[in-house]
């Protein structure tokens, strides 16, 4: 499966933005999805999760309250909607499959998308 991860920017604290991730190649329904994501001189780290079909979603506590992961199957689409964004919320934000269930670690997902930026300004 191909992932492209877009709708990144420049947003003020307190603002929000959506994140989608278009998969193609394959059935994206076959996959978990996930969101990492990778501030300058920092680790990639885990973001969010959601099941095949939207069962069970997972979330760093670094997001939780304020990010929400759902996905659209029939229109090979995730999403990451962001609210609430604070200037520690700026990184690379990268999308992510695996044909594993619910994982929080990098090395689990095998399919990555390129990565949108994410500016969130004091």
């Known amino acids: 499966v191909q992932l492209q991860a877009f709708g990144g920017g420049l947003v003020q604290a307190g603002g929000s933005l959506r994140l989608s991730c278009a998969a193609s190649?394959?059935?994206?329904?076959?996959?978990?999805m996930g969101w990492f994501r990778q501030a300058p001189g920092k680790e990639r780290e885990f973001v969010a999760t959601?099941?095949?079909?939207?069962?069970?979603?997972y979330y760093a506590d670094s997001v939780k309250g304020r990010f929400t992961i759902f996905r659209d199957n029939a229109k090979n689409t995730g999403y990451l909607q962001m609210t609430s964004l604070k200037p520690e919320d700026t990184a690379v934000y990268y999308c992510?499959?695996?044909?594993?269930?619910?994982?929080?670690?990098?090395?689990?997902?095998?399919?990555w998308g390129q990565g949108t930026e994410v500016t969130v300004s004091s």
């Open positions: 959601i099941t095949k079909h939207s069962i069970t979603t």
């Open positions: 992510a499959a695996s044909e594993a269930g619910l994982e929080t670690v990098v090395s689990r997902y095998a399919y």
């Open positions: 190649g394959r059935t994206f329904s076959r996959y978990t």
